[in-house]
């Protein structure tokens, strides 16, 4: 079972930038899929974006196309870039994986641990 660690959480400022990391422990095949999930308190996982890591396609929820970039680096590490973050983007980010691309968070198999992002001035 693939363990997965994200990274790269912290304080920025409203409209700033920042890159989280998801790196495995083990191989991510080519079918699997590694997505990335924000959960603020008291609400449930949002599912943001994710990546098929074969072939490297990608797939955003309306909230995030054009401001956050998912992307893999070498054989277990993918990236969120966000950009242009909005307060109410804080919370916990979780990146995840899955057999197909899913936006569920039921249909994904395996967690992190989460790292904390506060969007705040």
């Known amino acids: 079972q693939v363990q997965l660690v994200e990274s790269g959480g912290g304080l920025v400022q409203p409209g700033g930038s920042l890159t989280l990391s998801c790196t495995a422990s083990?191989?991510?095949?080519?079918?699997?899929?590694i997505g990335w999930f924000r959960q603020a308190p008291g609400q449930e996982r949002e599912f943001l974006a994710a990546i098929r890591f074969g072939v490297g396609r990608t797939y955003y929820s309306d909230s995030v196309k054009g401001r956050f970039i998912i992307s893999k680096d070498g054989a277990k590490t993918v990236h969120l870039q966000m950009n242009s973050l909005k307060s109410e983007e804080t919370g916990v980010y979780y990146c995840?994986?899955?057999?197909?691309?899913?936006?569920?968070?039921?249909?994904?198999?395996?967690w992190g641990q989460g790292t904390q992002v506060t969007v705040s001035s």
């Open positions: 995840a994986r899955a057999n197909g691309l899913e936006t569920t968070a039921s249909q994904y198999v395996a």
């Open positions: 083990g191989r991510i095949y080519s079918s699997h899929v």
